[in-house]
């Protein structure tokens, strides 16, 4: 009688982390934020500027909610303060929402305290939802974010800002991007993610002329922004990674 | 002296309707329901049986929001009753939400009342928000609604049931196939239409294939449904127009 001694090789169980991608601020009560890295998209151009002044030497950016609060937060702070709506600096603050205003010889080693339509008040929904983590990212700080979330291999929330609540595509396309690079690493069961990495895919190489096809583009090119919006599209120009900690973000 | 006259052609300003997509019920608000026909979307399954049931002769079909209701009404009407929940028939209901269960055979002259998770639930909503009209689409019934909609020369709102209020992508593809048939009619400034639009065109030779990737294909065809998850997907096989009227969809 022989017998056989017979080795099967089983793979350990899959341990990926999830991630979705959240197209309006008010579907975020649908995902598990507790859990999560929650990244706040607003490419046009809340988290483009926030990556901007970090990068350029900002000692941190104190996003707010409310204009009151940005003007009370930066003459306590000393701090320069931000917003816009319709494309004009709001009155009482002194500064805009573009990168461009922030180049590291203005910005370095000051706080920017900073007002935004959505990507501000996403930010404010995700901490008030738990979020197990908060950072942001738009295309100039792509790969930081893309290495952030793979070293880290907790589930993740792509969260785009979205107009008002309604869907956009610019933060689609970026959330898009991100899971084009990274989405080996997690466990992807979520057709905002596959529609976002098919419109990524569908436009990068002709992502400049697309993106002017866009409600939000209309909105902002009307008011003189077209080279603010082109720099905001443009990977890994201020490849910094935005967390937020203590009231702030920070570069992590 | 020299007088020129200058004739300067004006021509007419642009009145064409307005043409938005509803990517979850829970955005409902965000649009002018009042003053457009809502084409109600939920390809997986209720709104290809409700068109495939009028085709093949039901004289009606009542969608109602909750079982008891569907007990009730079906009741009183002496009418079929119909819906499921996880692939299963609901208990104390009769048949299931296929359009394969309604052949003219058994539902010619009859009278359907449907309740389904997210097609009846949108529809609900559509209507507490004052819609102008409501309509159902879905790909058995493409060019019928396209010739609708052309032909009224409204504003249209077309609505995606989504998943429980996600995003899905075959409702999504379904407004991308009436965008791409009928967008010269409209004007169309929204991202979520431009979005639906590039999705059906990348995915319209593909679409059985495509399809298999959604979420709401694996929740479906784990219950053996793939027969009808294809029907569903395919133009034109029940080619009528569900129209609300007086708490039914009738032929329109």
Known sequence: MHIFTVSIYLPPMSQKPVLHTLLSPRLIDLYDAANSIVVIIDVFRATSTITTALYNGAQKVIPVASVDDCISIGKSLQAITAGERDGKIIPGLQYGNSPAEYPRSFIEG?????????????????????????????????????????????????GCSAWKDRFNLEDTLFAGAVINHIKDHFTIHCDSSLMAEDMYVLHKN?????????????????????????????????NVLPLYKEGALIRG
Chains 1, 2 share one sequence.
Not at 115 to 127: D, K, V, Y
Not at 207 to 217: D, E, G, P, R
Request: net charge neutral; with cysteine; aromatic share 8%.
């Open 110 to 158: 000051k706080t920017l305290v900073l007002t935004t339509t959505n990507g501000t008040r996403l930010l404010h929904m995700a901490l008030d939802n738990g979020a197990d983590e908060v950072i942001t990212g738009s295309f100039p700080n792509l790969s930081a974010v893309c290495n952030h979330l793979i070293q880290k291999g907790k589930n993740v929330i792509l």
């Open 206 to 238: 002709d992502m400049y002329s697309f993106i002017q096809k866009t409600t939000h583009w209309h909105r902002l090119a009307a008011y003189g922004l077209e080279k603010d919006l082109q720099y905001c599209v443009t990977p890994d120009v201020a």
